[in-house]
């Protein structure tokens, strides 16, 4: 208030230096014309002038009143006849003056009204700036911690004053965040008990309070919330210690918070729909996944039931029952598959797929997958296109490993007997490519667009009585990706696809 008061007392002497400055300079020039010989119309016209600039250089029309009425009265005491006296001798001289105060009046208050609303429509501008400057800010927030930042930084920088914000945390405040203004030392002042009890009230009655009102005026901010119609999303204080917000001053600081309160408002009702839209997806993977997994669970289990029912009954030679055990292996076999693949998508979607990365031998790896796949690989001719040079990879082998059964399962599933798989390995800097290639039915680019997503399947026919879930080559993705590799599909020609993918090479230290 001590500032407040000092900084009114200079800007009276300002405008009273600058009215006596203007009168002095009017009267010079007065002289000037009266030495000329210059009207007394001419020298009361200087007056009249002066009188109006007094009015747009002062911030008070009381200057502009001051200053007609000492133009009137300087220029009968020193231009009229007798001079240097209050006397006129002429008979419309008071009239005169009279005119004349009231056209200084006149010209001083026109003068003042066109400054004062000058200043509105600048105000008007600047406030719109700051408004436009402040929204497209927020637009640019991804959250509602930036948004809060962003409103708290731009408050600073309009204010020059120390900025406390509380966000809201259910049905309370969480703990006060500080934007300091400047090289402001002392922050502990923003935390005491009272600020805290302050913004607390504000926030449970949606009302202002603290500085400057009469609701725990001793606080040092005041304290405003950030809110719509229904909600209340935190507290904003500004540090008014020594200072006086103007009406237009509070006007914009409401304006600001009303920003922000409106992008948070967006911010929330975006965060709901995406957890809802999320919420409806996950339901929909999930009813996918059951409905595939009640459908495609019964057929293998079905041909082992059956066949071990078969074998029970021991009416079979060795070739029927060795034929037997093998239908029954293939099918254990795609289930423990099929197994694998569901728990590697549940630790995927709730965060949990942990990578134990070591320096393993990628052609031990090769050869352990294809031990694995179907026995039906049998009856295609399968080739390891290597080179001679031991290739280390620093991955975690049993995730690869499952990555190499998927594409190679797909790759026997989707080739016609007596074709050819192929796979062969470049390495580039510091990855290792691997291709896997088949000479089978393709894949149409349309569906090679959504080939690695989570229950999408480029053929749905039935393929070996069975019919896929769709996960193997989103796991495959998911996989690669977390080892910092790359997973793509391209065509293979004459016909069929190539499935290739890079893994990190483990750097191979050489001692001498």
């Known amino acids: 208030m001590q ?102 009046m006149i010209v001083g208050n026109l003068a003042v009204q066109l400054k004062r609303q000058a200043e509105r429509s600048d ?43 509380y966000r809201r945390n259910k049905k309370n405040l969480e703990n006060p965040v500080v934007y300091p203004a400047g090289q402001e030392n002392d922050l502990s002042v923003y935390f005491s008990d009272e600020e805290r009890e302050t913004a607390l009230w504000a926030f449970r009655n949606h009302k202002r309070a603290g500085a400057g009102t009469d609701i725990l005026s001793g606080a040092v901010c005041l304290y405003l919330t950030i809110r719509n119609k229904n909600n209340v999303y935190g507290v904003v204080g500004i540090d008014l210690r020594e200072m006086v917000l103007t009406t237009a001053e509070q006007n914009l600081l409401l304006s600001v918070l009303g920003e922000c309160a409106l992008a948070l408002e967006k911010e929330h009702y975006n965060r709901k729909r ?156 510091k990855f290792v490519h691997v291709r896997i290639a088949d000479s089978g039915i393709g894949i149409s680019e349309e569906k090679k667009k959504h080939i690695f997503d989570m229950f999408y399947m480029a053929n749905e026919k039935i393929v070996d009585s069975r019919r896929s879930l769709g996960l193997g080559l989103a796991l495959c993705r998911s996989i690669v990706t977390a080892h910092g590799g790359t997973i793509r599909v391209y065509d293979n020609h004459p016909k069929g696809s190539v499935f290739d993918f890079t893994l990190p090479l483990e750097e191979v230290a050489i001692h001498e």
């Open 3 to 104: 500032i407040f008061n000092q900084k009114k007392k200079l800007e009276c002497l300002r405008d009273f230096l600058i009215t006596a400055g203007i009168l002095s300079a009017a009267t010079g020039i007065g002289f000037g014309f009266y030495t000329l010989g210059f009207s007394e119309e001419n020298i009361i016209i200087v007056y009249l002038l002066g009188a109006m600039i007094v009015a747009v250089l002062t911030a008070s029309r009381v200057w502009s009143g001051l200053a007609a009425l000492f133009s009137v009265l300087l220029f009968n005491y020193l231009f009229t006849v007798p001079r240097f006296s209050f006397s006129a001798y002429g008979s419309g001289y008071p009239v005169t003056f009279v005119i004349a105060f009231i056209a200084a």
């Open 123 to 165: 105000k008007m501008a600047y406030r719109t700036q700051i408004l436009l400057e402040t929204n497209q800010m927020l637009q640019r927030a991804v959250n509602e911690k930036e948004i809060v930042e962003e409103t708290a930084g731009q408050i600073v920088k309009l204010f020059g004053r120390s900025v406390v914000c």
């Open 274 to 429: 995406a957890e809802a839209a999320t919420k409806a997806k996950n339901e929909q993977l999930r009813a996918n996944l059951l409905r595939s997994i009640s459908h495609d669970l019964r057929t293998p289990l079905t041909s082992i039931s059956g066949n071990a029912d078969i074998l029970l009954q021991n009416h079979l030679d060795e070739e029927q029952r060795k034929r037997t055990c093998t239908y029954i292996y293939e099918d254990a076999i795609w289930m423990i598959n099929l197994v694998e693949n569901l728990l590697s998508a549940t630790r995927i979607e709730n965060g949990t797929m942990q990578l134990t990365k070591h320096a393993e031998l990628l052609e031990d790896i090769i050869d352990e997958a294809l031990k694995h796949i179907s026995r039906k690989s049998k009856e295609y001719e399968i080739k390891k296109e290597l080179p001679d040079e031991v290739l280390l990879v620093n991955v975690d082998s049993r995730l690869i490993l499952q990555v190499f059964i998927n594409l190679l399962d797909n790759a026997v599933k989707y080739t016609p007997p007596g074709g050819t798989i192929s796979i062969e390995t470049e390495t580039e800097t």
